[in-house]
């Protein structure tokens, strides 16, 4: 994942309810699964298994934010003990094969969050966040950062 990436998942995360969290987990989960696959087709074994392990730290983040006074949890924890079983598959055997079936369930459920995210009245998630501004940065490479806040 890229920095200007991270930096654009950090401001989201800034601005989203606990629900919009919840989706932009699913999009990076997937991100990093995605990740993956590119590290595989260019041969770098070691960064294809660090991605998946960095894909299945986020899926151990949506396991802990279950809440399981709902029915629905029970079926989302037997969802995220899949798509893990797959992704730790996917390592173990060096098969990007095993991650096509967990980044469609991800694209699909994290869609659904997405969908209801805006029906969330509860506010930004992230308590105390930083307001993000309009502008320009400068980097150590002399490069700019164009920082949106939507």
Avoid: H, W
């Avoid at 960064?47 to 279950?66: A, D, F, P, V």
């Avoid at 798509?83 to 699909?108: F, H, Q, V």
Wanted: proline residues 3%; glycine residues 8%.
């Amino acid at each position: 994942m890229t920095s200007e990436k991270k930096q654009e998942y950090t401001r989201r995360i800034i601005e989203a309810n606990p629900t919009g969290i919840i989706a932009l987990t699913y999009e990076i989960a997937r991100g990093y699964y995605e990740d993956a696959v590119i590290a595989f087709k260019a041969g770098d074994r070691d960064t294809y298994r660090l991605e998946i392990s960095r894909g299945n730290k986020c899926i151990e983040q949506l396991i802990m934010s279950l809440d399981p006074s709902y029915t629905l949890s029970i079926y989302l924890l037997r969802i995220y003990n899949y798509i893990l079983e797959c992704a730790r598959k996917a390592s173990y055997m060096y098969d990007t094969g095993e991650l096509n079936e967990p980044m469609d369930i991800l694209k699909r459920i994290g869609g659904s969050f997405e969908e209801i995210a805006p029906q969330d009245k509860r506010g930004a998630g992230v308590q105390g966040g930083e307001e993000v501004y309009d502008g320009l940065t400068y980097n150590s490479k002399g490069r700019t950062n164009t920082t949106v806040k939507r």
